[in-house]
Structure formats: C-alpha cells, structure tokens
C-alpha cells in the first residue's frame, strides 16, 4: 500500500462511520470492450488498486469483495451484467457499507439502473466512492451531485451510441455537385 496514492477528497471520512466498516466493501471493475481491456491496461490496474483503497478507508482486506465478473460488457444496459445485479442485490440486503468506482458512473450508463442503483443504497446506508470523494445517497446534495453524474454519463453514451449509426451524410457543395462522406462514431461501449 506504500505506492498507492490516496486523493484526499477519497479519504474524507467523515461519513464513514462504524456501521459502514461493519459490512463489505465492494470493488466495481469494468471495461466496456475486450479491446479495452487489451488496450486499457493502466485504467484496468487502477480500478484493481481501490482494493487498497477501501483498506486506506479503514476496512480489513478480508472484508473487500471485488466485482469483476463484467469486464468486456457494455454499462448501457443491465442485462448480462451479473456482476451489476449481484453488487445491487446485496446493497439491498444490506451486505455492503461503501462501493468504490474509478467513476461511479461507470456502474451503470442508464438513469434506470443508476437510479435503482442510488435508491437502494440510500435505504440501507450504502455509501458510493469515487476519485472525487465519498457519497451518501441519502443526503440531498450528495444524490446531486450523484444524479448528474449519473444524467451526464448517459447523455454521454447516447450521443455517442447516435453517432455511431450515422452512415452516411450527405453536403452539397455547389450547384448540382454533392459530397458523400461516410461519418465513424463511437458505439456506446461505455
């Protein structure tokens, strides 16, 4: 853990309590591609080093559960994602003090899931940490700020899922004279 940098806003533990440190916490890792995680190494060994993280935020090793059953699947939506359902299903059985994201709205691409996603966790007194900070669901400012995260991400993977499909345009340039142009997007693997 000697090499692991901390940001300090991640080490604001002031709404950590010992209630959260009494249950797991979980390691959401994700890439969106095979190919990015071919690529994307470095992202890939950061998302890996919130293990250490959440140690540094005061939990036993033993009580870090890292999620990585969805590497090489797409966040816009929650289907085929097992490890999302099993990180949201045991949020709503109580089983999970924090979750940790390099961004937390990597852990889902869609309002739907991100909502159900914040709504269970400010039932059971679920914190979500990222790079920026820690949040807790529950109080107003922080489902804000949570809640734009969330709207910016899918905004996101929506403009570059249309861009995507546009195939081809077409310009005119002068009379009777048009330019063709085949337009390559960014699916949303995001």
Not at 15 to 31: E, F, L, T
């Amino acid at each position: 853990m000697a090499g692991v940098l901390v940001p300090a806003l991640l080490l604001s533990v002031e709404k950590i309590n010992a209630s959260h440190r009494g249950r797991d916490a979980y390691v959401y890792v994700r890439q969106s591609t095979p190919s990015q995680m071919i690529h994307h190494t470095e992202s890939l060994a950061r998302q890996y080093e919130l293990r250490e993280r959440a140690v540094a935020l005061g939990w036993p090793g033993h009580q870090v559960v890292v999620i990585d059953a969805d590497l090489g699947r797409s966040g816009a939506q929650s289907a085929g994602r097992l490890g999302f359902k099993e990180l949201v299903a045991d949020v709503g059985l109580g089983k999970v003090g924090i979750v940790l994201g390099i961004e937390v709205s990597r852990l889902a691409r869609n309002n739907a899931d991100w909502y159900q996603l914040l709504d269970l966790c400010a039932l059971t007194d679920t914190l979500i940490a990222d790079a920026d900070g820690v949040y807790h669901p529950a109080n107003f400012n922080d489902r804000l700020v949570l809640g734009l995260k969330g709207t910016m991400s899918e905004a996101l993977c929506r403009y570059r899922h249309k861009a995507s499909y546009v195939d081809l345009v077409v310009m005119p340039t002068s009379w009777l004279e048009l330019v063709v142009v085949r337009v390559v997007g960014f699916g949303c693997s995001a």
